[in-house]
């Protein structure tokens, strides 16, 4: 059964930084491609970060290039999300997936990130 569990979330202060986490399980991640996405209180889910099995990285909003990273772990098969000099405009609920569970409607329960002083 495929399950993946973010964590990692927090309240942080404008400037600060967090390492969000994605623990997966029933797939491998170094096989797969995978995505962290947001959510921000009543706005889409948009994709933030991407990475592919063959270790390429991609960052999808502006907003976060040059302040966000993904990376992996296969001996954990878990995916990560460095992110550096967070903004209250980072706020959101963070999500990691694969495009084709987003594309059917499977989501973890995210975590959350609060950006606040």
């Known amino acids: 059964q495929v399950q993946l569990v973010e964590s990692g979330g927090g309240l942080v202060q404008p400037g600060g930084s967090l390492r969000l986490s994605c623990a997966a399980s029933?797939?491998?991640?170094?096989?797969?491609?995978m995505n962290w996405y947001r959510q921000a209180p009543g706005k889409e889910r948009e994709l933030v970060a991407t990475?592919?099995?063959?270790?390429?990285?991609?960052n999808y909003v502006d907003f976060v290039k040059g302040r966000f990273t993904i990376s992996r772990d296969n001996a954990e098969n878990a995916v990560y999300l460095q992110m550096n000099s967070l903004k209250p405009e980072d706020t959101a609920k963070y999500y990691c997936?694969?495009?084709?569970?987003?594309?059917?409607?499977?989501w973890g329960q995210g975590t959350q990130v609060t950006v606040s002083s």
């Open positions: 029933g797939f491998t991640v170094s096989r797969s491609v």
């Open positions: 997936n694969t495009p084709r569970r987003a594309a059917e409607g499977y």
């Open positions: 990475i592919t099995s063959a270790g390429d990285t991609y």
